[in-house]
């Protein structure tokens, strides 16, 4: 499975972004999509996760501002991010999980950069 993430930016403070993530390869049995965060001299930490039935999980610290989906039929998961803030600037990876013969793997995007401004 590769992900391909994009949509990262620049951007004011009290704006918006949109991130996309595209799987491709061997797709099948996809379960949860999701995506993390990492920002300069922390740990990466989760934003948002998806199930393969549209169940939703938020980090505290976004709920209320961002909103995750995913396409099932385009096997893409988007992050809409509104009200952004300069302590959501990080690197966000994209994240999928597939169960194949009873064990889960998991796979990781490159990465897009978001930097909100004050």
């Known amino acids: 499975v590769q992900l391909q993430a994009s949509g990262g930016g620049l951007v004011q403070a009290g704006g918006s972004l949109r991130l996309s993530c595209a799987a491709s390869?061997?797709?099948?049995?996809?379960?949860?999509m999701g995506w993390y965060r990492q920002a300069p001299g922390k740990q990466r930490e989760l934003v948002a996760t998806?199930?393969?039935?549209?169940?939703?999980n938020y980090a505290d610290s976004v709920k209320g501002r961002f909103t995750i989906s995913r396409d099932n039929a385009k096997n893409t998961v988007y992050l809409q991010m509104n009200s952004l803030k300069p302590e959501d600037t990080a690197v966000y990876y994209c994240n999928a999980d597939q169960l194949v013969l009873g064990l889960l793997y998991g796979y990781w995007g490159q990465g897009t950069l978001v930097t909100v401004s004050s």
């Open positions: 998806i199930s393969s039935d549209a169940n939703t």
């Open positions: 390869g061997s797709i099948f049995s996809i379960n949860a």
